[in-house]
């Protein structure tokens, strides 16, 4: 079994910064594209950031501000978050492609982690 733990999410003002974490446990052979995205109340869960094994893509409204990396030897991703503004107030869920010990090819989802930003 392998789940994902997200944690450092908060209260935040605005022009702060936070830093996302979340780690992969459980019977992994390969983690492959990790990513992280987000949903505000009635909004759909959209796409912020992917990392490859080698390369990165971000959504247009958090280039510059938000950078996606990851820790292999850790089987963690991060996320960190600076210049936040009111509008990334969301919950942010945590994706990876996973393959597993036994050769399974699996999607999984963090159970998510509240930013919030006043302003």
């Known amino acids: 079994q392998v789940q994902l733990v997200e944690s450092g999410g908060g209260l935040v003002q605005a022009g702060g910064s936070l830093r996302l974490s979340c780690a992969a446990s459980?019977?992994?052979?390969?983690?492959?594209?990790m990513g992280w995205f987000r949903q505000a109340p009635g909004q759909q869960r959209d796409l912020v950031a992917v990392?490859?094994?080698?390369?990165?893509n971000y959504e247009d409204s958090v280039k510059g501000r938000f950078t996606i990396s990851r820790d292999n030897a850790k089987n963690t991703v991060y996320l960190q978050m600076n210049s936040l503004k009111p509008e990334d107030a969301a919950v942010y869920y945590c994706?990876?492609?996973?393959?597993?010990?036994?050769?399974?090819?699996?999607?999984?989802w963090g159970l998510g982690t509240l930013v919030t930003v006043s302003s």
């Open positions: 990392i490859t094994r080698g390369s990165t």
């Open positions: 459980g019977n992994i052979f390969r983690l492959d594209d």
């Open positions: 994706n990876a492609k996973v393959v597993t010990t036994s050769l399974r090819r699996l999607e999984l």
